[in-house]
């Protein structure tokens, strides 16, 4: 009986890994076509390389093995880029999560130097068409993708100040 439980464990053992690894081939691939021709592998740390792996291996769906190939690529290319922090928060991010934060980021206004999201009137139909409601907001906020800063209370809204007279603002660039 121990032969056959043996036999078993051994076999989801290989057929576990063999999916890992396919997910982190898969995912190296992925990058390849983001990564800038001068960037040198070398420069990466050992301990976030380890820790990208360890976290991206279990990642078989298409849409966020893309995610993590962007991830790895931009580590590639500017080592320093992505904390083992930020590797880790986007490991515990759910697909609905991930597409929840890439809509919120096409509502991105770079504004003197400074890259957020701004949202005038969470009840306007542009924001709903888009997925985007109050409760989105919360639920981002809860999961440590974004955070409110000064007043938070919907019926207020916000207020960007301190801008001088004139100033460049770009939009979903």
Known sequence: AIEELQKRALIRFVGEET????????????????????????????????NFFDKCKIISDEEM??????????????????????????????????????NLCSFVW?????????????????????????????HLENIGLITFSGNTDKDEGYLYVGLPQKTTISYFT
Do not use: C
């Not at 990058?31 to 301990?47: C, F, G, Q, T, V």
């Open 19 to 50: 999916q890992k690894q396919l997910n982190m081939e898969n995912i190296i691939v992925k990058s390849l076509p983001h990564i800038n021709p001068d960037a040198n592998p070398k420069y990466l740390d050992n301990d976030w390389v380890m």
């Open 65 to 102: 093995q893309k995610l993590w190939a962007k991830i790895l690529a931009g580590e590639a290319n500017s080592p320093g880029q992505y904390s083992k922090r930020t590797v880790n928060l986007v490991s515990e991010m759910s697909k609905n999560d991930a597409t929840l934060f890439s």
């Open 110 to 138: 770079n504004i003197r130097l400074t890259t957020e999201p701004l949202i005038l009137d969470i009840e306007n139909e542009i924001y709903s068409k888009n997925g985007m409601t109050w409760d989105v907001l919360i």
